[in-house]
């Protein structure tokens, strides 16, 4: 195999999006408490956006799906203003001064963060301009009201008039009238005017109201193919909302509030009414950022940045272009099959391919089946195994974990199904899972209003494990059966994201997994497990036990092995103990997604590790833990990232692989992701990355590989199977055939 050609990023990169290069002391003196060896936990999930940023300006990729990065790159932006900054602003209020691991106050990381942001922001303008006249070739276009002719003016205005402007709610700003409300992420028209022959210049806000029921951002004209935007189109039909004034200027402005507000358990008689009264302060909480349009008047965007209590230098960000480029979705979704991605139809699971028969005979005659999404469809493994257990009359017991799911699955009907047939049904639902809380607020209503037992999980933790449990009679004994998973049992996420599960019936990981139900929805202390590893328990003190023993074997001779894949490596001891890990000879690969806190490449420290991160049409979100152990291998799936908060507060779990098929499978996929030459990205030892670039353009991915793979093994599947099945025939058709002979 070639070795990977490297090339920066770009040449051309502004200066503030590459990570501060803190040289560390040189090894053998090397410290690994000194700060410098541990890279920052925002700065590093900044950079993963660069390389998801990269995607739009790929020219390989399909036009649509170069859009739709960059509306992915902007919707994590709010979420990072609205999670990170919003916590980096608390802490400050606070009062707190204490540096991160990495040797940095709040303010410092606060500061070297908006720099990065400011550069992301510039990189989003010329790629989106890049991409805007790329897409006029195709006759796709966002063009402005006033270049448009005077009829096609004219049916728009008639179109504001009827479906826009009875919404539309202009609200004064002077003595009389106190500065507005401002909603998180909306869109907003800052209007100055005045009365004919009057020198008072009078201000006022104007809202505009995106949301599927009321209108998209993209609106469109003629052919369907060419878009106005909503904001524009208000723009031009102003002096509808303000008859008889002289319109002096109009700017857009957007602000981002922070979305950690944690009020008081205290304060609410229930878990659920806590909830609800956080989502209710978040409503109101603090602006973290106001965006403003390039062209507003310095005196305004000073007026807002003081009604709104920020720093009209730190927290507020000029946007040349479009405001709210995560509406860019709206654009990405255009049925255009010529500029997206060939579509992806998962294939089925070898061993559930037209066997029809009840999912648990499968899983119990065939042992543990590995589940890859969205290679294998989500719909018939994981939905097909808790719809049977609604349906099946020998299941007597249903319960799973709930952090996430969506309202097109079928997950919770086959819940609501089973309850009705009697059987025992208890959901452990996550209430606090960010920016879902709303949402799991009414799954947990409706499922309590069937008779289904709802539990909120264990107080002080989040409940972050994904695990179907069944129990059922088989023959004269209950069986145990299960679904651990790596992603959340939602239908739609399970199309976008790489996920792992495992379904199967093992004696003692089903007894640990009764456990730990009894555990999360009931008062009976943590127990010792068989086979699981749990959070917040014993998983972080057995994965670095796992760590100092590679360096034991390495110790005696023989070579050591880590590789873990997962979406973040923030927690420090674990960061320290895999510093530990390179150090000693141990050869460490790590598959990151985002965050991570190691430097590989380091003289003397981290020479024998590596850190790869894979970014492609899917989101890479499965976590797999592999140590060599002496050539004893152990394989691990689960739901945790390397991560303080995921090893220490949530409750997690990771199952053992111990299949060897199923554990050829999981090598098959780090090794890939490993050689990857077309979406992995190797990190340096200051922190950067570069990404690989192929000899052969044509080259593909890895997840485009696994899906070839995924083909593959269902086609020799199949055809074993019908191999399997003509000798079965032929068999029968030889003793017939000696019957008939043997009978005259």
């Not at 290069?21 to 541990?38: C, I, K, M």
């Not at 210049?201 to 998209?216: E, G």
């Not at 969506?406 to 309850?419: N, P, T, V, W």
Request: hydrophobic share 40%.
């Amino acid at each position: 195999m070639n070795e990977p050609r490297t090339a920066p990023v770009a040449d051309d990169a502004p200066e503030e999006d590459v990570l501060p290069d803190r040289v560390p002391p040189e090894a053998p003196e090397t410290d690994l408490d000194d700060p410098t060896l541990y890279l920052n936990r925002e700065l590093t999930w900044l950079a993963f956006n660069r390389r998801v940023l990269h995607e739009a300006a790929d020219p390989r990729a399909p036009l649509l799906e170069r859009v739709k990065f960059l509306a992915i790159v902007s919707n994590n932006l709010d979420e990072f203003f609205m999670k990170r900054i919003g916590g980096l602003k608390q802490q400050i209020a606070a009062g707190m001064s204490k540096t991160s691991v990495d040797g940095r106050t709040p303010t410092e990381q606060i500061r070297e963060c908006h720099a990065l942001c400011r550069g992301l922001h510039a990189e989003q303008k010329r790629i989106f301009d890049e991409l805007l006249s790329l897409l006029a070739t195709h006759g796709i276009r966002i063009v402005r009201v006033a270049d448009l002719s005077e009829t096609t003016r004219e049916q728009l205005r008639e179109h504001f008039r009827t479906n826009i402007f009875p919404i539309l709610t202009p609200l004064a700003m002077d003595p009389a009238h106190p500065f507005p409300f401002i909603s998180n992420l909306t869109l907003n028209l800052l209007v100055t005017l005045r009365f004919p022959d009057d020198a008072e210049v009078h201000r006022a806000r104007v809202k505009v109201p995106v949301a599927k029921d009321i209108s998209k951002r993209l609106i469109p004209i003629d052919d369907g193919h060419t878009f106005v935007t909503l904001d524009d189109l208000m723009v031009a039909n102003l002096d509808m909302l303000f008859p008889g004034m002289e319109i002096e200027s109009c700017a857009r402005f957007r602000v981002t509030r922070n979305a950690i507000v944690e009020p008081s358990e205290e304060a609410a008689s229930d878990l659920l009414e806590m909830i609800e009264t956080e989502l209710r302060e978040r409503h109101f909480a603090p602006i973290v950022r106001l965006e403003v349009e390039q062209d507003m008047a310095p005196v305004h965007r000073g007026m807002l940045a003081a009604e709104l209590g920020l720093d009209e230098v730190e927290d507020v960000f000029e946007t040349e272009g479009m405001l709210a480029m995560r509406d860019l979705f709206e654009l990405a979704a255009l049925d255009l099959p010529d500029l997206h991605d060939e579509p992806h139809h998962p294939v089925e699971h070898p061993l559930l391919a037209k066997d029809r028969r009840n999912i648990f005979h499968i899983i119990r005659e065939n042992g543990p089946l590995l589940l890859q999404h969205p290679y294998q469809p989500f719909a018939t493994t994981v939905e097909r195994f808790i719809d049977t257990a609604a349906e099946d009359p020998k299941v007597l017991a249903i319960k799973m974990t709930l952090y996430r799911t969506s309202a097109e699955g079928k997950i919770l009907d086959s819940l609501i199904r089973a309850s009705r047939n009697g059987k025992q049904v208890a959901v452990l639902v996550e209430l606090k899972a960010r920016f879902d809380e709303a949402a799991n607020i009414r799954w947990a209503r409706r499922l309590e209003a069937e008779g289904i037992h709802v539990n909120y999980g264990v107080l002080g933790f989040k409940t972050h494990c994904k695990l179907i449990f069944v129990v059922r009679r088989d023959y004269a004994r209950l069986r145990r059966y299960y679904h651990v998973g790596t992603g959340n049992y939602h239908s739609g996420t399970s199309k976008l994201y790489t996920d792992l599960g495992i379904l199967g019936c093992d004696e003692d990981l089903g007894q640990d997994i009764t456990e730990l139900f009894n555990y999360i929805t009931g008062y009976s202390p943590p127990p010792h497990y068989r086979k699981a590893l749990v959070a917040p328990y014993r998983m972080k003190q057995a994965i670095l036990e796992w760590i100092r023993r590679e360096i034991h074997h390495r110790e005696a001779g023989r070579e050591g092995q880590i590789q873990i894949k997962m979406n973040a490596l923030e927690d420090v001891d674990i960061t320290h103990a895999l510093y530990e890990a390179s150090r000693a000879g141990v050869k460490v690969d790590l598959i990151v997604r985002d965050t991570c806190r190691f430097r590989p490449g380091l003289p003397g420290l981290s020479e024998n590790a590596r850190v790869v991160s894979i970014v492609g049409r899917f989101l890479e979100h499965a976590r797999i833990l592999y140590f060599r152990n002496g050539g004893d291998e152990v394989y691990y799936i689960g739901s945790a990232d390397m991560m303080k908060r995921n090893l220490e507060s949530r409750v997690e779990v990771h199952a053992p692989v111990e299949d060897p098929e199923m554990r050829q499978e999981l090598r098959l996929i780090l090794d890939a992701q490993l050689a990857d030459q077309r979406s992995a990205w190797d990190m340096q030892s200051d922190g950067t990355y570069i990404q690989r670039t192929p000899d052969d353009d044509t080259a593909k991915g890895v997840q485009e590989t696994l899906i070839g793979v995924a083909k593959r093994r269902l086609a020799a599947a199949s055809l074993h199977k019908e191999k399997k099945i003509r000798s079965r025939l032929l068999g029968h058709f030889q003793r017939r055939l000696r019957s008939n002979k043997e009978q005259g």
